[in-house]
């Protein structure tokens, strides 16, 4: 079945669309094309969504075996053919050719070329209907491929990700500063852009090599000076400068992450330097301990489901349970006194023990059994057990509480005997521990073999005296005119 | 029988003009059109609202409640802290026209022919590692100085007392509007089911003062139970909560649970959800008999508590006893304890006056942070004090520096935030050498809004009530997260 084409000027045109390319494709290195010609490349992006839909509806066709309009056909290759050559000339700007810009400019030209060859065999009806068919097989796989790398070059190698597989790694706990944290922000906000597929402007930013060396701009980073380093300055342009990175429409870098990346660079932009090595005063260490520290909601996120149901039948009058935001599962469980104790709002907590993450059972007179049940919330991060009647045997029983942050246990009646306890639980960032029968050697020794924990002992000293002292406020002396 | 079974929301007289109209013009048209126009549709942003349940934070939040001292009638911040030498240096002079830069007047001092710069009262010190500077006036908030974050860069658009404080609360200079504490406790809802989530306490210096009214602890057209409940002085910290002579509290209980099915019925008739709401309440009364006089007796504080907010806690309606109401209160789940302290209006005589302000609150306010910060409740409690604007550089009447007065000034001004998630030691922003203008880090009244719901684990363009057709915001249209305040 031949097509019924009468339109010569169609051909014309195909074929020197057809010869300019091929002659494109061989003098690439030999070609430095005017800036308006240059320009035309920019149409490549808005271009390519028509020979796409075209060239199927029309591979769609022939397999159903209905009649190809010939002016469909016709505009299809056109088009295949302006994509690929403007497609050429925008691959010609970015200079250095990653893996991903080859394939797709070779994929590219060959579905234009394809198309090219089929127009000519329906044109001349020379083409078995067999053959025509498996041309059109090859078409869908080069535009399938030529469009998935054209994609993920714009927008990056996991534009397709699933929800949530984005996981970034764990800082470990003794990062190296440039391979666990300057990488890392530079990977979630920069090398989209400047990796080897795409290396805007020259720069490549997935090494520490690379990035020392710079781009078309100069010296990206200035070992020990911020101020002259290129990414900093632009990275600290107002946000509507031409210049500014990342690019208006992409997310900029925290505060956080830019004053990371100064004070990296200021300290020599070292790529062996760790975070031990810093100096304590070092404001580097807190922007990189708190970036350590997991978004809690993540954190959470591995807890068994629990319903609301199950959450609403266990709430009572004086029993409050929510969760901690959103639709978390980890809960915070507060009782507040009521007219008549009962040590069941508490035990009736187990099926959700291992949900509870925060507890405050401040002044209620729990016994031994309640402790019981708060051992079993393996999961406890938060603890309120002051002013009740614990004791150091009760306590030892909570040991297994390891990811306890924050305890109160002041004004009880635990002794010497629980300091150990305190010691052992590694993520114990604070205590508040006044008013209790432990000795000041113990809590000396505890603060010493714990520096880092906060360990609060009620107001003292000079402190107390200050306030407990009679109204202290000076009687006014106005200022005399000179 | 099947009247009764009926769900309040179909109720057939819940139908209205609006609704009917509204109705009618839905077709399947419409909502495909309506669902083209959501401008959110695609975008990767926020998660719609229906997804956020009510009563639960957004985020993991920082701060679980908060105490708000507020100093009524604004506070100097050149008595308090915003140390401004230049003023020393140039005292006398006339404020230049160049810095004033046609700030309107209120009408106490648009007649005065000069303004003259007048320097603080007290002197100024730097405390703490920080060195904070703080005047002479506040040696004990002074001594916390690195428990507090002080932001000197507050700005505000109004220049007279109530739509100032009014703004302050409810985020417009009108009227109307809920107030922070009710939009915390309608985002976050109850922690306690025997108190009110947000309550309101207050106390009045022998400074200048205006008037409070119960308007800043409204609801608005949130549900009244967001409402904040006034805890007076004295014997009956809640009017008419006590039963009268001769009624047990198991008559009570009959009366309520009589009342509250007649109530139920009537709710089924009119589907009013007020009806609902005065139910919740008949019987949060019924608790509060028991927990409110729990809460208000001080009577087991130990002596060391007494001692360090100072002998005026024991008074009750002091500004100390509302201090040590409002620790107490905290412990027991309250989501927003605001206090007022009124006087702060100092037009004249403020070196005085002013003394005797801080007298009032000085002591107690730092006692509150050490208190809280012992306790460790400082770790999710936020506190905050201030005024509602600041005072003008200038004097306002007579220039005697015994005796001078500031007019309302609402450029600059400032305030001090402790715990739940603030920065600590750290002062914030930057007025000029005549603590006029704010020349760095300024902090509109929507963003302390913005910053103050992101603590309490709230996104601010995400809590939202749908009322006379549109949905509103504590920050309306505007405010940024401070995230440099954020610990």
Known sequence: MTLNFNKRWADYIILSLSIFFVFCLLFESYIAPPALVAWLGQWHPVLLHFPIVLLLIAIVLKFVGTRIPPMLLTVAVISALLTAITGFLLGLKSGNKGDLLYWHQWLGAGVALTAVVWYYLERTGHGAHRALKGLGAVLIVFIGFAGHYGGTITHGEDFLALPGSRQEEKIPDNPLIYEHVVNRILKRRCVKCHNPNKTKGELLMTSHDHLLKGGESGSTVIPGDPDKSEIIRRLTLPDDDDDHMPPEGESPLTPDEVEILERWIALGASDTLRLDHLDPTEALLTLIKEMMEPDPLEKWALLPDVADSTLQHLNSDYVTITRLAGTTNAVRVVMYMPPEYDPNHILNLRPISDNIVEFDLSGLPIGERELGLVAACTNLEWLEIDRTPVTDAAMDTLNVLSKLRLLKVYDTEIGDESVPLFMNWEHLEKLFLWNTRISENALASLKSAKPDLSVEDGITGDLEAFFVAEDSIPKQDPPQIP | ?487
């Open chain 2, 1 to 487: 029988m099947e009247e009764k079974n009926k769900l309040p929301d179909e109720n057939p007289l819940k139908v209205n003009r609006r609704h009917f109209f509204s109705q009618l013009s839905v077709g399947i048209g419409s909502l495909a059109l309506g669902s083209l126009l959501i401008p959110d549709l695609f975008k990767n942003g926020p998660e719609a609202l229906t997804v956020r349940p009510l009563g639960i934070p957004h985020f993991a939040p920082k701060a679980k409640r908060v105490i708000y001292l507020f100093q009524a009638g604004a506070p100097s911040q050149l008595e308090t802290f915003d140390y401004k030498p230049t003023l020393e240096k140039r005292m006398g002079e006339d404020l230049p026209d160049s810095v004033r830069n046609g700030q309107r007047l209120t009408g106490m001092t648009s007649g005065q022919e000069r303004f003259p710069l007048m320097p603080s009262a007290a002197k100024f010190r730097q405390y703490g590692k920080s060195g904070a500077w703080v005047s002479d006036f506040f040696p004990h908030i002074a001594r916390i100085a690195d428990d507090i974050c002080i932001i000197r860069s507050m700005h505000t658009e109004a220049i007279n007392h109530d739509p100032a404080i009014t703004f302050f609360q409810t985020g417009s200079q009108q009227s109307g509007r809920p107030c922070m504490g009710s939009w915390m406790s309608y985002g976050l809802g109850s922690e306690n089911k025997n108190l009110p989530s947000f309550v309101v306490l207050t106390s009045r210096g022998k400074g200048n003062s205006q008037g409070l009214y119960s308007k800043l602890w409204s609801s608005g057209f949130l549900d009244s139970k967001h409402q904040g409940v006034l805890l007076r002085a004295g014997k009956d910290p809640v009017l008419y909560l006590n039963d009268p002579e001769g009624i047990s509290r198991s008559d009570k209980r009959h009366l309520l649970d009589q009342v509250s099915s007649l109530n139920k019925l009537h709710h089924v008739e009119t589907g009013d959800d007020e009806i609902e709401s005065r139910i919740a309440q008949y019987e949060m009364a019924y608790r509060m008999q028991i927990s409110v006089p729990d809460v208000m007796d001080i009577s087991k504080e130990p002596e060391s508590t007494i001692k360090l907010y100072g002998e005026d806690c024991q008074v009750p309606g002091t500004y100390a006893a509302n201090c040590l109401q409002a620790r107490r209160l905290a412990e027991n789940g309250v989501r927003f304890i605001q206090l007022y302290h009124q006087g702060w209006d100092q037009h004249g005589n403020l070196p005085n006056e002013m003394a005797g302000q801080a007298r009032d609150v000085d002591k107690a306010s730092a006692a509150l942070v050490l208190d809280l910060k012992q306790r460790g409740m400082l770790e999710d409690t936020l506190v905050i004090w201030g005024g509602e604007f600041g005072r003008s550089n200038y004097c306002q009447g007579n220039f005697d520096p015994k005796n001078y007065g500031r007019d309302h000034h609402p450029r600059a001004f400032s305030i001090w935030m402790a715990g739940g998630g603030i920065k600590p030691g750290i002062t914030y922003g930057e007025t000029d050498e005549f603590g006029y203008n704010i020349i760095k880090n300024p902090v509109h009244i929507n963003d302390f809004h913005a910053t103050l719901m992101h603590t309490m684990g709230l996104d601010h363009e995400q809590l939202t009530y749908k009322y006379q057709g549109r949905r509103f915001r504590l920050t309306d249209v505007a405010g940024n997260v401070v995230n440099d305040l954020l610990a």
